[in-house]
């Protein structure tokens, strides 16, 4: 009888505990509290101890700690010695620590702002304008619109192969259910530029021409009195062993010195800019050395996407274009004419740009005529820009049903012909 009683006490404690315990675990995961995690591993599921803070070495002159460097052992009580640092009598570039900046020899006490491929303008190409004293122009020169409509100046079944080039960009040159912006913007931009070469037997000034990219652009000018850099790689550059001819005449440019450029008060011009303090005095280099072929910038072309660690805006990609372009505008000048300012250049540099993400592009054409870039008043720079410029409207591999309607059908719709006549104006230009 009394072996049963105990029996009965011992089921009944086993069962109040598995009760108490089931509470406790619902408790815990009501409120968002430590679970039992039973499909990993337990380093997973624990928890990440906080990070130890360094204690902070206090040295108080003439109270010295005992340390055990004398005994040449470790001794407990003792304080660990401090050594003089360890320093390699050879290089090894792992690791390299520089010298303090003003240590440095190029060290300067005036700032240099400099503006790199992964510069976001605030203010866009308003901001671009201040700082390469440029007025804008919001079309396309019409003398360059011109070239294409001579039918000498077109390329058979011109609509047809253009359309063709588009479809292998987006439908034809994958594996994949759809290609990547990235991949369709940088292959139709290729498959436009070998239907423009296809022009070279009519037009042999094409063929003084050449492609690079990679090439690094350093261009220095003074604005009031700060100092400007451009610096870095841009996109594909077409150089030709011939200068562009001048857009505008004399007289037009005479009439820039009436433009009043826009203040960006309360904003400051330099905003978004890196600041240095370690920088060359006067680094003019065009990427190519001395005795290179083809000096002469042509056309500047650029990715919207390109980079998949920096995604600009709109406005910030024009602008990047902008500055790049006048940034081989004005090394050239400077290799020509000498880096002192000059107030009007004898003959106006012309560069050109065209930027694209795959079916919007941005025309720009700039023409340089003056390196006086100090103060706002007197001859200004020129550039034409037209924005936004759709070369069709939709590309899809499967149609767009919305409410059983087909709202956009798949394929190619919406292609505008006279986008591409303007590309391939900006291509001919200098070779008709």
Same mark, same amino acid.
Request: with cysteine; hydrophobic share 35%; proline share 8%.
């Given at each position: ?14 069962? @109040? ?6 509470? #406790?675990?619902?408790?815990? @995961? ?6 039992? +995690?039973?499909?990993? @591993? ?6 990440? /101890?906080?990070?130890r803070k360094p204690r ?40 390299? &620590?520089?010298?303090?900046?003003? &240590?440095?020899?190029? $060290? ?6 400099? $503006? ?6 605030? #203010? ?14 919001? +079309? ?8 294409? &409509? ?6 058979? %079944?011109? *609509? ?10 987006? !439908?034809?040159?994958?594996?994949? &259910?759809?290609?990547?912006? #990235? ?25 003084r021409r050449i492609f ?34 001048e857009v505008s005449g004399?007289? #037009? ?27 060359? %005095? ?15 910038? +042509? ?26 372009? $006048? ?20 003959? /106006? =540099? ?10 919007? $592009? ?9 390196? *006086?870039?100090?103060? *706002? ?23 767009? =049903? ?20 303007? !590309? ?9």
């Amino acid at each position: 009888m009394l072996l049963e009683k105990t029996r009965c006490l011992k089921a009944a404690a086993q069962l @109040s505990s598995q009760t108490v315990l089931l509470k #406790e675990l619902s408790r815990l @995961s009501s409120h968002g509290g430590a679970r039992r +995690h039973f499909g990993i @591993s337990r380093p997973l599921a624990a928890k990440v /101890p906080p990070p130890r803070k360094p204690r902070e070495r206090v040295d108080i002159p003439g109270l010295e700690m005992v340390t055990y460097a004398d005994r040449m052992h470790f001794v407990p009580g003792l304080t660990k010695p401090v050594g003089p640092r360890w320093e390699r009598d050879y290089k090894d570039p792992r690791y390299y &620590e520089s010298p303090p900046a003003h &240590e440095m020899p190029l $060290f300067k006490e005036t700032p240099c702002y400099v $503006f790199n491929q992964r510069t976001s303008a605030l #203010e866009g190409v308003r901001q671009a304008l201040w700082l390469t004293k440029t007025k804008l122009i919001p +079309h396309l020169p019409p003398q360059l619109l011109s070239l294409t &409509e001579n039918p000498a100046n077109q390329i058979p %079944d011109q *609509d047809e192969r253009v359309q063709n080039a588009i479809k292998h960009a987006r !439908f034809w040159d994958t594996t994949q &259910e759809r290609p990547g912006k #990235e991949k369709y913007s940088n292959t139709l931009l290729l498959n436009l530029l070998h239907l423009c070469a296809t022009l070279q037997s009519s037009h042999p000034a094409i063929g003084r021409r050449i492609f690079s990219e990679k090439y690094s652009l350093a261009a220095t000018w003074k604005r009031g009195e700060d100092v400007f850099q451009i610096r870095g790689q841009n996109g594909l550059l077409h150089n030709c062993m011939d200068p562009l001819p001048e857009v505008s005449g004399k007289q #037009e440019v005479a009439d820039t010195a009436d433009h009043v450029l826009e203040a960006l008060y309360p904003v400051s011009p330099t905003i978004d800019l890196q600041k240095v303090h370690v920088y060359k %005095d006067e680094p003019n280099c065009t990427g190519f050395r001395g005795d290179y072929p083809y000096p002469h910038a +042509h056309t500047l072309y650029f990715l919207e996407g390109a980079d998949a660690r920096c995604k600009l805006r709109p406005e910030q990609f024009r602008a990047k274009m902008l500055m790049f372009t $006048f940034g081989n505008a004005l090394v050239r000048a400077h290799k020509a004419y000498g880096t002192q300012p000059r107030h009007v250049l004898d003959r /106006p =540099i012309t560069v050109q740009a065209v930027g694209t993400n795959g079916r919007i $592009f941005q025309f720009m054409v700039l023409q340089l005529n003056t390196t *006086d870039l100090s103060g *706002d008043d007197g001859i200004k720079n020129q550039v034409w820009l037209e924005e936004d410029v759709e070369l069709y409207d939709f590309a899809k591999v499967r149609p767009l =049903i919305k409410k059983k309607q087909v709202k956009v059908p798949a394929g190619l719709t919406g292609y505008k012909p006279e986008v591409f006549s303007k !590309f391939l104006a900006l291509y001919l230009h200098g070779a008709v």
